[in-house]
């Protein structure tokens, strides 16, 4: 009976480890770089933006092929009653007439004014624009993500403060209750403590909820099941504030203006809007083109010439065939101003170009600025609530002492808990402010994004 006792509980442990080990195995522990990772290869926008660069690409293909000369074969077929001309037979007919024709004809452009060779220019610059709108993009989910997860950080470390806070307040109404019970303490102090307990278990639920709707946002952008558990690395935050990066504003524009894809994308619409003068102009100048083609054509009424019989199908293929060449010269005159407008247009879009990527770089190095500034913020603003809360502490660790000594109410003791829990809040925000703040910098200096 004994050894049968010993067997359950060996096989209750082997499924309980199974079911730990399995529990385990569903939770995914994720890095901050593998969020990021994820984000990249399957977000549906980067897709959308990598189709608009396949697009560009296609452009370019298409601007290329139009140096090749153009090839079009044709044929047709008919019937008709009545009187009529048959051009083939040459003459007029009242019976009923069948006619077919077959025709291959080519043409090819020999000058424009460049403007096929400044098209597959303006082209190429509106591909690598593209290629830097889909880096942008990226850049964008990037921060997104970095955003996301610190943010699903701190309300993790906002959710155990408010567990560890419950906890307090409720050993302190177990306390209050003993207290009130032996006569040491009125019942206004235990409905005191009765209403503290209710406020850290909202407080818990509040952060509960926060942190579960950031990992929720945080799948999302990774495209990710949401039923799928996982677990975020934490960062080292004494790591970070000791290697806080020290490199100054214009240094990092001066880095940042060279590879960020904003200006890389401004710079390339320039240099698309620059060619498109070039392409306005070439209306100024003659065009000339050739072209090339042959054919034949068959009539159920064409004759031969002297014995004015029917000719088969096959003689007249060869008797009706008809060859041509040709060169077409055009010189523009006067088109009612539209190619002086063209140009004039081209050049206004080419100074509003120049214009926006002026923007883009003062934007940028506007960002850099208040980044700068906000992460020396963020470095006094964390030393300022680590004080804070050290002084919280010990405020309340003063008090609970005056207060079991019946030297205070608990009021008094409440104010400084609560005061307690501010500071506890504070200091967690400020570091994770400072963990984004810095890696802001990293990423606008072009470093990894890593924990």
Do not use: C
């Not at 370019?60 to 009653?81: C, D, E, I, K």
């Not at 007919?93 to 004809?105: E, Y």
């Not at 100054?248 to 940042?256: G, K, L, P, V």
């Not at 000339?288 to 004759?303: P, V």
Request: hydrophobic letters at 40%.
């Amino acid at each position: 009976m004994m050894s049968k006792q010993i067997k359950h509980k060996k096989l209750w442990s082997a499924l309980a480890l199974i079911l730990l080990s399995g529990s385990a195995m569903a939770q995914q522990k994720i890095t901050v770089q593998e969020a990021v990772d994820r984000a990249l290869q399957n977000n549906l926008q980067i897709k959308q933006t990598e189709f608009q660069m396949s697009i560009a690409e296609q452009d370019v293909l298409q601007a290329r092929m139009n140096f090749y000369p153009t090839l079009n074969a044709g044929g047709n077929w008919g019937q008709s009653w009545g009187l009529s001309f048959d051009q083939t037979a040459g003459r007029l007919v009242t019976q009923s007439v069948n006619s077919a024709g077959l025709r291959v004809s080519s043409s090819f452009d020999l000058f424009q004014g460049f403007q096929k060779i400044n098209t597959v220019k303006a082209n190429k610059y509106s591909l690598l624009a593209s290629e830097s709108n889909v880096e942008r993009a990226k850049n964008d989910l990037t921060l997104s993500v970095l955003t996301t997860y610190l943010e699903a950080l701190t309300n993790y470390d906002m959710m155990l403060a408010s567990q560890d806070q419950l906890k307090l307040s409720q050993e302190q109404l177990r306390v209050m209750e003993i207290n009130v019970e032996a006569g040491n303490r009125t019942l206004a102090d235990l409905y005191q403590a009765q209403n503290q307990v209710a406020t850290d278990e909202f407080n818990v639920t509040t952060s509960e909820n926060a942190y579960e709707l950031a990992i929720l946002n945080l799948k999302q952008l990774m495209e990710m099941d949401p039923n799928v558990e996982i677990v975020l690395d934490r960062p080292n935050i004494e790591s970070i504030k000791l290697s806080s990066n020290p490199a100054i504003a214009s240094d990092i524009f001066n880095t940042a203006v060279s590879r960020f894809p904003e200006i890389k994308a401004a710079e390339f619409q320039t240099k698309v809007a620059e060619t498109n003068i070039d392409i306005a102009r070439a209306g100024y100048y003659p065009s000339l083109s050739f072209s090339a083609g042959i054919g034949t054509n068959y009539s159920s009424q064409a004759r031969d010439f002297n014995s004015q019989q029917i000719l088969p199908f096959g003689d007249q293929i060869e008797r009706n065939r008809n060859e041509s060449i040709g060169v077409n010269l055009s010189i523009p005159i006067f088109n009612n101003y539209r190619t002086r407008i063209s140009v004039r247009k081209a050049k206004i879009n080419y100074l509003n170009a120049q214009t926006n990527e002026q923007l883009a770089k003062n934007n940028l190095n506007k960002v850099i600025n208040q980044a700068v500034l906000d992460l020396r913020s963020a470095e006094k603003r964390l030393y300022s609530a680590e004080v804070a809360t050290q002084a919280a502490n010990q405020a309340y660790e003063v008090m609970k002492l005056r207060y079991n000594e019946g030297m205070t109410n608990s009021v008094e003791l409440n104010t400084t808990l609560i005061a307690k829990n501010r500071a506890e809040f504070e200091y967690i925000q400020a570091k994770y402010n400072l963990v984004f703040r810095n890696k802001l910098i990293d990423f606008y200096l072009g470093n990894p994004i890593q924990l």
